[in-house]
């Protein structure tokens, strides 16, 4: 939640136009301003990213019922937080455990930033995280503005063909419900209305079709896991933000080079 003393007290002490029209529109209590505020005021960009802070926010606008997705990556450890409006759909460490043949894939290096990008279209971060047994992985986050959708993926790499057990988990806030289909491998995130659709482009879409991977609720937190024999693979999620769009029929098919 939010310190509206807190808030308020370091506006005032700060008393910067922009500042003040941002808060007209984020914070709840500033509904007064808002409309004033978003037509006078030239808005820098929402999103925002420092290599030196290890900090970037991935934010298609300033609307108060947006998306917005926050990741810290100091050290070997990522944190990250998804916001649609005010609710928060998941918030904490990112996990994951691997392993190749019978030896845990450990880090041997801090999250390094590979490639920062934003223009109109989408805000789009790439980070590489190097293992144990010359091993790397390397994760990118997308986030859409006008498509309202947020594309996570990892990628492994490795010096040699093994047998890899993957596992990934991004931790559920309590009051947000993991919700699977029956039929398919698609999943719904609802709190107190759908908040978004998961597809899990990795496996085939129907559950009939045998697979070597899973997306469920374990720990707490959203799991995706996957188990192949390969030197390298790509695990991709989609994850659909848009509320209308959600309550769709959708499908789609596995890619394969």
């Known amino acids: ?64 019922g947006g998306q917005k997705l926050v990741v810290t990556y100091g050290g070997s450890e990522m944190r990250t937080e998804l916001s649609c409006g005010s609710t928060t759909v998941w918030s904490g460490r990112w996990r994951t455990q691997i392993s190749a043949g019978k030896s845990p894939l450990e880090p041997v290096s801090d999250w390094e930033e590979l490639c920062w990008h934003t223009d109109d279209d989408v805000d789009y971060l790439e980070l590489e995280l190097k293992l144990s047994g010359d091993w790397c992985l390397q994760r990118q986050l997308v986030m859409a503005r006008e498509d309202q959708f947020l594309f996570v993926a990892d990628a492994l790499v490795g010096p040699h063909e093994a047998a890899i057990d993957y596992a990934s988990y991004l931790p559920l806030c309590p009051d947000i419900q993991f919700s699977p289909e029956e039929e398919t491998r698609e999943a719904f995130l609802v709190g107190k209305r759908p908040l978004a659709r998961v597809l899990p482009l990795e496996l085939p879409e129907w559950r009939t079709l045998h697979c070597e991977g899973s997306l469920q609720l374990a720990q707490g937190g959203l799991c995706f896991r996957h188990q192949a024999k390969a030197n390298r693979f790509y695990w991709p999620l989609f994850i659909d933000l848009d509320r209308k769009r959600i309550q769709r029929q959708v499908t789609w098919r596995r890619l394969t080079v």
């Not at 939640?1 to 370091?10: K, S, V």
């Open 1 to 64: 939640g939010y310190e509206e003393e807190l808030f308020d007290a370091a506006l005032l002490l700060i008393d910067d136009a922009v500042d003040h029209a941002i808060s007209d529109q984020v914070l709840p209590w500033r509904k007064a301003n808002r409309a004033t505020s978003q037509r006078k005021t030239f808005f820098p960009d929402s999103s925002d990213h420092s290599a030196w802070a290890q900090v970037a926010i991935l934010r298609p606008n300033w609307l108060r």
